[in-house]
């Protein structure tokens, strides 16, 4: 009876021992480790024999993703009678490996002979931040390995690939540009060009030139330049040369206030450069007779060029016009007929002397059969610019266009050296861009400014 007894608790124990064990919870977590960074997602789960019994269970954990290190997650069980803390190790680590980056080229092209100039390189690492001071470079023949590791030990490696061979082209630069326009029947000059490459150099020697212009057909011409550098690599480049009609002008240069000892100078210039022009003279005399025999045109200025005289009245103007127009025909036999007003016929100083008195004068010179003519290209060598050559000849190019009867005014007195100076000049730039000189006779087309008194 008494083993009876002692059987039957023994086995009551054993049975509530079993119903223990078997309700006991179990507690899983699926991950130990965590990514450094990365969002903390492990799952904890508690289950027994009959089922899962999570929501019996409270976790909590002391986890920072920011930094390496060892870490517990607290997971409470509160089920039935089971009162228990469970405890799990959570590593957060680096795992990520560090990145190398390239300056420059993969493969890179080196010119053969030639040595890889290291162009550089940046290692990274996503928990270390720039650990490009310890990178490990390895030079081979055809290669250049880096290698870094990380301080958790992650490592990497990049191969830079070399490969010896001039894969560029030479370069031709063209002096004086892809485009020239030049005039019918001149010269092309070659305008040169500059070759180079990568890996030989300057390869200026091995450039060639084919096709022609023929400046004597106006037209577009095409001139092709090739190279090809020690490797083979080839470059043309074309150049358009473009022929084109010459413009036509007419330039008359004009010279008041003379003759002076200035005016043999201009006749030289004038003659050497087969050019002929108008002299608005106040009297005749020798350098007058040579200017009319060379065949430029002698026009009367009045002989005194005395702004309160000549613009006191309509009479003394014809007197002195009248003076001067003898002395010229006692030099030269010839009754002049084209004429200019001192200061021209836009002049305003004459209002001082006598109101309205270029209006009548503009008209009554042509009753007499007189031409007058004015200007519209003015070297100003009378006003601020008359010491200074550049200024003059600049000025007169200026004033030049095609389109128009260029009519310029420059000064042969005596004071007027810098004009001489820059006649030369202003001749040669106007034959150069397709003006021809001539004379003022009673065929050229007037040109007036408007009369202001
Ligand atoms: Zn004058």
């Excluded at 008494?2 to 059987?7: A, M």
């Excluded at 977590?29 to 904890?44: C, E, G, H, L, P």
């Excluded at 990497?156 to 082209?169: P, Q, Y």
């Excluded at 080839?234 to 010459?246: D, L, P, Q």
């Amino acid at each position: 009876m008494k083993y009876k007894k002692i059987i039957t608790i023994i086995l009551l124990v054993l049975i509530n021992l079993l119903i223990c064990f078997l309700l006991l919870p179990k507690v899983k977590i699926d991950k130990t480790i965590i990514n450094y960074n990365s969002s903390i997602t492990y799952k904890v789960k508690a289950s027994n024999i009959l089922g899962d019994i999570t929501r019996y269970i409270k976790v909590s954990d002391n986890i920072n993703n920011k930094v390496l290190g060892n870490y517990q997650v607290e997971v409470k069980v509160r089920y039935l009678f089971y009162r228990y803390n469970k405890y799990f190790d959570i590593k957060v680590v680096d795992d990520t490996k560090p990145s190398i980056s390239l300056v420059g080229n993969n493969p890179t092209y080196v010119c053969p002979g030639k040595e890889y100039k290291e162009e550089g390189f940046i290692a990274s690492d996503d928990y270390d931040g720039d650990i490009t001071d310890k990178v490990n470079v390895i030079k081979n023949n055809n290669s250049i390995i880096y290698k870094v590791e990380d301080s958790s030990s992650n490592k990497e490696e990049i191969i830079r690939n070399i490969i010896f061979e001039d894969k560029e082209a030479p370069i031709i630069t063209l002096n004086g540009g892809n485009y020239i326009v030049i005039y019918k029947n001149d010269k092309y000059v070659e305008k040169g060009y500059i070759a180079s490459d990568k890996c030989d150099g300057d390869i200026i020697s091995k450039v060639e030139i084919t096709g022609n212009v023929d400046s004597s057909k106006v037209g577009e011409y095409s001139l092709e330049y090739k190279v090809i550098d020690n490797s083979g690599n080839e470059t043309t480049v074309k150049r358009i040369v473009v022929v084109k009609e010459r413009p036509k002008g007419v330039i008359y240069l004009t010279f008041d206030d003379g003759p002076s000892y200035l005016t043999n100078k201009i006749l030289d210039i004038l003659d050497e450069e087969k050019v002929k022009a108008t002299f608005f003279v106040i009297k005749g005399d020798n350098y007058v007779k040579r200017a009319y025999d060379s065949g430029h045109t002698i026009a009367l200025h009045t002989s005194s060029h005395n702004y309160s005289y000549v613009y006191a009245s309509e009479t003394n103007y014809f007197k002195d016009l009248t003076k001067v127009s003898d002395s010229v025909y006692n030099t030269i036999s010839v009754r002049c007929k084209i004429i200019r007003f001192p200061g021209g016929s836009s002049n305003t100083i004459s209002r001082r002397y006598n109101k309205g008195i270029m209006s009548r004068l503009t008209k009554e010179v042509s009753n007499q059969g007189y031409i007058y003519f004015d200007w519209n290209v003015d070297s100003n060598d009378a006003g601020g610019d008359g010491g200074n050559s550049s200024k003059i000849y600049n000025n007169v190019i200026k004033g030049l266009s095609y389109n128009k009867t260029n009519i310029v005014l420059m000064h042969d007195s005596a004071s007027h050296v810098a004009t001489v100076n820059a006649l030369k000049s202003i001749i040669k730039y106007g034959k150069n861009n397709g003006y021809t000189f001539k004379a003022i006779t009673s065929d050229t087309q007037v040109v007036r400014h408007k009369v202001n008194n």
